[in-house]
């Protein structure tokens, strides 16, 4: 893992003289090529428009007249965003010979009105269908933990996570529809936003899932992803107020979240409630029995089959052996979905948000291990039945927030030696501020 700044102090440099724009590109463009993961970790790389638009952005701060002061800062893409003239694969052969894309994604859009360089897009599971990483197409990054041995990265925003991890970029937009930002973050010591879902727009990004997609980034502080998802929700800059530990009103479920976690998690998590606790932070465990009906609810593949098969139909049904076939199975699952089972899994959601609404009322935010696992080696998935088994474990408690159209941060804990560990830190739809608040206060307790 490379040096890793944070986006205020690249601002801060960028204001002072200290680096240019150009040399912050050039920086990651040798990074991209010098990495072992460079071709994996993109599908494209924006060479000659990233230095062209660093060169822009150079002489506008020069002029006084930068968009932000963010302006010129690389950052990468998932390939699941639309870039204007650039064609939006989502990770799959299926979508390889479509159009250009004629205009940018909402996100991508407000990103480079802010002055942001797209350095490239990455890689990513194909149409962002699973937690693990994996890419048959294009390849898989490894993880930046244990490399020997090859890892899964995370996914689906893998290649986001390795840009960041790797120093290919300074910070990433990714989706996440179970866990897609928070997972390759919790697997590469990184910093994962999910925001309620309707906070971004996601005019422009190749749908999952209508009802769980979130838009959020990857980036090495809560900060730097506060920053981001300010101009990603059209706010006027972030207004994140200092907020003590002690005090602090915290739940940790019991329900399923703490079953079957590898031991060095377990350590690092219990390690971490231990020292909160210690420092005058209310931890309360307490039992989620609503969290017993997720699974039930998606037992026919839930929303993801069911909205993914509607907008994949005729397109599988043209280019179904261009599809990784693992995540067609899951894909195809979606027909076996009645209107009725719609239905009544969208009425189910709603009383399982009501009813955990109710439950987490007096807490000021909710902890949990991102992953109960490490990083699984990809050689041990290339059984169907190991990987749909992993998989599952992976989504498991990232998704959990999805469902309640939560919102969620992953933090990296324990030493940067250590095995990657991530703890979430969640809250309830709209509490966006609040939860990023809480999260940097641990964030800064931890460290």
């Keep these: 893992m490379v040096s890793a700044p944070t986006l205020t102090q690249l601002a801060n440099d960028l204001a002072l003289g200290c680096t240019t724009s150009r040399a912050l590109v050039e920086a990651c463009l040798a990074r991209i090529e010098s990495s072992s993961e460079g071709k994996a970790t993109f599908i494209k790389v924006s060479r000659e428009t990233a230095l062209q638009a660093a060169d822009a952005m150079d002489l506008l701060r020069r002029g006084g007249a930068a968009p932000s002061q963010w302006a010129g800062i690389p950052i990468s893409v998932k390939d699941l965003f639309d870039i204007v003239g650039d064609v939006t694969k989502a990770g799959s052969l299926a979508l390889a010979d479509s159009a250009p894309a004629t205009a940018d994604a909402v996100a991508v859009a407000r990103l480079r009105r802010a002055g942001f360089i797209v350095i490239g897009r990455t890689n990513m599971t194909e149409f962002a269908y699973s937690g693990l990483g994996i890419n048959p197409h294009y390849g898989t990054p490894r993880s930046i933990w244990d490399r020997d041995n090859a890892r899964v990265p995370g996914g689906s925003s893998s290649g986001a996570a390795i840009s960041v991890a790797e ?17 390759p973050a919790a ?57 003590p530990v002690a005090g602090l009103r915290l739940a940790v479920p019991t329900t ?29 465990e307490i039992e989620v029995p609503e ?55 969208g009425a189910a959601r709603s009383r399982l948000i009501a009813d955990i609404e109710a439950r987490f009322a007096r807490f000021d935010a909710v902890l949990m291990p991102t992953v109960g696992i490490l990083p699984p080696r990809i050689a041990d998935l290339a059984d169907d039945e190991a990987f749909t088994r992993a998989n599952l474990y992976v989504l498991r408690n990232a998704s959990f927030i999805n469902m309640i159209d939560g919102c969620a941060i992953s933090l990296p804990i324990g030493k940067p030696g250590d095995a990657p ?24 307790f931890l460290q």
């Design 167 to 183: 120093g290919m970029a300074h910070a990433a937009l990714g989706t996440d529809t179970g866990g897609s930002c928070r997972i």
């Design 187 to 243: 697997f590469n010591r990184l910093v994962g936003y999910k925001p309620t879902a309707r906070r971004v727009p996601r005019t422009g990004a190749v749908p999952l899932s209508s009802t769980l997609d979130s838009i959020g980034p990857i980036a090495r502080s809560v900060e730097c992803c506060a920053i981001m998802d300010a101009i990603l929700a059209g706010e006027q800059g972030t207004s994140l107020r200092d907020r």
């Design 256 to 284: 399923l979240v703490l079953d079957g976690m590898d031991a060095e998690v377990a350590d690092l998590f219990r390690s971490s409630l231990s020292r909160l606790s210690q420092s005058g932070a209310l931890v309360e």
């Design 291 to 345: 969290f017993l009906d997720i699974p039930k609810m998606n037992a026919k593949g839930g929303f993801s089959a069911a909205e993914s098969y509607a907008w994949h139909k005729d397109l599988i049904g043209r280019r179904g052996e261009d599809y990784d076939p693992r995540v067609a199975t899951r894909i195809r699952a979606g027909a076996s979905q009645s209107a009725a089972d719609y239905i009544e899994l």
């Design 421 to 444: 560990v991530g703890l979430m830190v969640a809250g309830l739809a709209g509490a966006d501020g609040e939860v990023l608040e809480i999260a940097r206060a641990v964030e800064r």
